[in-house]
């Protein structure tokens, strides 16, 4: 895994054959081969070598460090409901090995990351589904299925988006990240179009449950710089897990998120807080993929909920989550006044 203030360097590196066609894959092929990083090129959507004879978890920990540079065929964007209206789809995967990450059960058993070479098509799609829309106001999320920032390095593909929409009248773009390497993105002309936010979380949750992600001081310093170069920024604290002192522990993250911020940015914060939930499949992967893990996964202690689409979800009982709300609302709405919380769920 890679440094925890840079991109992440990849193990193994493979390239579809057609994004060796673009001036990106050529360019991360000649990159990556003088890095002494394994190096290979496969066809058009065929199978990334390896995994084969591994154990889930090994199998899993390979794939995450794998980077495959391919070209975006699906030029159709998938829509994003609630909060967005369509993703903007960039990258796919994130090489961070969060036990509870929602993308295990949308990614398969293998998510290596991919990143999508022809950049120039997909912002050209933005634009349509822009004029589309037009009059109306078009907001894209950059984060639905991956974790951009990683690789943002290599690509610079953020970089592009957040410069196109920096000169839309009627588009936003927003992402979500747990990394820090942002330092390429702080002098952008994004005109405050582009809604960064960070998730973070208590800090005895990331050591324990985040692993191959950048420390909280590291999200939080470059929280700071991202909100002094005037971009909109948001937290998304998830998951909420409760544990002795979680009171206190996330009390004190509220407290080093408004230390992290200049005072100008701290009331115009979002806020998104998301308590600790897991399916039936989700604790079958996270137990195969992380078979030591410490998560609270014990179904005796929830209260059933139906998901939307009619599936089984255990999340804490109501009156845990009441203060979990209370909580959230009351510190936020004590250290940040002015800052919009989202929700608390
Ligand atoms: Fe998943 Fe986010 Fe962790 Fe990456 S950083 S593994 S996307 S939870």
Redesign the pocket.
């Known amino acids: 895994m890679g440094d925890t203030r840079g991109s992440f360097v990849p193990q193994r590196v493979f390239f579809e054959e057609g994004a060796l066609s673009y001036p990106l894959g050529r360019e991360m092929y000649d990159r990556f081969r003088g890095m002494g990083v394994v190096v290979g090129v496969i066809p058009p959507r065929g199978r990334v070598p390896g995994g084969r004879g591994l154990s889930p978890e090994t199998s899993y920990r390979e794939a ?1 460090r794998t980077l495959v540079f391919a070209v975006r065929r699906s030029l159709a964007f998938q829509t994003c409901k609630p909060s967005a209206h369509y993703q903007l789809p960039l990258v796919t ?6 036990e ?5 059960t949308t990614l398969g058993p293998r998510p290596y990351m991919r990143a999508y070479v022809n950049i120039d098509e997909i912002i050209e799609r933005a634009a349509r589904y822009i004029r589309d829309r037009f009059p109306e106001t078009t907001v894209f999320e950059g ?1 639905a299925t ?2 951009p920032l990683p690789v943002e390095d290599f690509t610079g593909g953020l970089a592009r988006a957040i410069s196109f929409f920096g000169g839309q009248s009627h588009a936003l773009f927003r992402f ?4 820090a390497n942002v330092d390429g993105l702080l002098r952008l002309d994004h005109k405050g179009r582009t809604r960064f936010r960070f ?1 973070v979380n208590a800090e005895p949750v990331i050591e324990r449950y ?1 692993a ?2 950048p420390r909280l001081d590291a999200r939080l310093h470059a929280a700071g710089l991202v909100a002094a170069a005037g971009y909109p920024v948001g937290f998304l604290i998830a998951p909420v897990v409760v544990y002795d002192g979680w009171e206190d522990q996330y009390r004190d993250l509220l407290a080093s998120l408004r230390d992290s911020m200049p005072a100008r940015a701290a009331g115009a914060l979002t806020f998104e807080i998301i308590s600790h939930r897991f399916t039936p499949r989700a604790k079958s992967l996270i137990s195969r993929r992380h078979p030591h893990t410490a998560l609270p996964l014990d179904e005796n202690e929830r209260r059933v909920k139906m998901g939307q689409f009619g599936y089984v979800k255990y999340v804490y009982p109501d009156e845990l989550l009441r203060r979990i709300d209370d909580l959230f609302r009351l510190e936020i709405g004590r250290l940040f006044p002015g800052a919009r919380v989202d929700y608390v769920i």
């Open positions: 995450k995967g994130c090489p961070g090995l969060c509870y990450c929602y993308l295990q984060a991956s974790d979500v990240t747990k990394f998730s985040e191959g992600t």
